[in-house]
């Protein structure tokens, strides 16, 4: 149980464009799903905090406008790279958890992000 | 501001010895308390959660939590060379949407 998916896996693009990255908890419904970015060598960085249908918590330093994010459904969460530039190459990690009565995050495979 | 430390390593340990890995944390109202591994190029993977002051096992891992000395650790016995790997602590401070504040991590590599 608590398997949680991305999609895509990788992507490679180009600057200028923008690259959406899915996060889908399988076999539970997520209340709350967060985005992480890991640059390498580094630990994880909490970026936004989403919640189904309400405005994602954005951590400090991370721009809201470059980086959308929609979680429309209890199971699905979306996190919009806009005009991507080779600083943004990244490995992109979403997690969720259960609800009220957990606070265990389980986390998806990662995206790894590659502008050129 | 709410921090975790641990020791960035590489702990190195020989095959079938026991790996400890440490974790502080800075604030008193901190509830719950997990280990993530994490390997190169993936991503992390739950370990272990602990809740309450004392030891809790599962398998060849062990985490103690004391909380008035504001430390957690996880033990690792019988130490194979799969669990070499960066192992990661994370903590939540209550806030009411369970986010967790990791530690950089602590590289263990177990060698054969």
């Known amino acids: 149980g608590a398997v949680v998916s991305q999609h895509p896996s990788w992507v490679i693009c180009k600057s200028g464009t923008s690259v959406k990255i899915e996060c889908r908890s399988l076999?539970?419904?997520?209340?709350?799903m967060f985005w992480y970015r890991q640059f390498p060598k580094q630990s994880l960085m909490l970026m936004a905090t989403?919640?189904?249908?309400?405005?994602?918590?954005?951590e400090q330093g991370v721009e809201k406008d470059k980086f959308l994010i929609n979680h429309a459904s209890l199971t699905l969460s979306t996190l919009t790279v806009t005009s991507a530039h080779p600083e943004d190459s990244s490995f992109y990690i979403c997690?969720?958890?259960?609800?009220?009565?957990?606070?265990?995050?389980?986390f998806g495979p990662g995206t790894r992000l590659t502008v050129l | 501001q709410k921090e975790v430390e641990q020791n960035s390593g590489p702990l190195s340990v020989p095959e079938g010895a026991i790996a400890s890995l440490n974790c502080t944390y800075s604030d008193r109202g901190s509830q719950s308390f997990f280990w993530y591994r994490q390997y190169s190029g993936k991503s992390p993977e739950l370990i272990m959660s602990i809740y309450s002051n004392g030891d809790k096992e599962d398998g060849r891992f062990t985490a103690q939590l004391n909380k008035a000395s504001q430390y957690v650790s996880l033990l690792i016995r019988d130490s194979q060379p799969s669990d070499s790997a960066t192992y990661l602590c994370a903590v939540n401070y209550g806030g009411s949407q369970g986010n967790l504040i990791f530690g950089k991590g602590t590289k263990l590599s177990v060698k054969p």
């Open positions: 989403s919640n189904e249908g309400s405005k994602a918590t954005y």
């Open positions: 997690s969720a958890h259960t609800g009220f009565s957990s606070d265990t995050q389980y």
């Open positions: 076999d539970f419904q997520a209340t709350t």
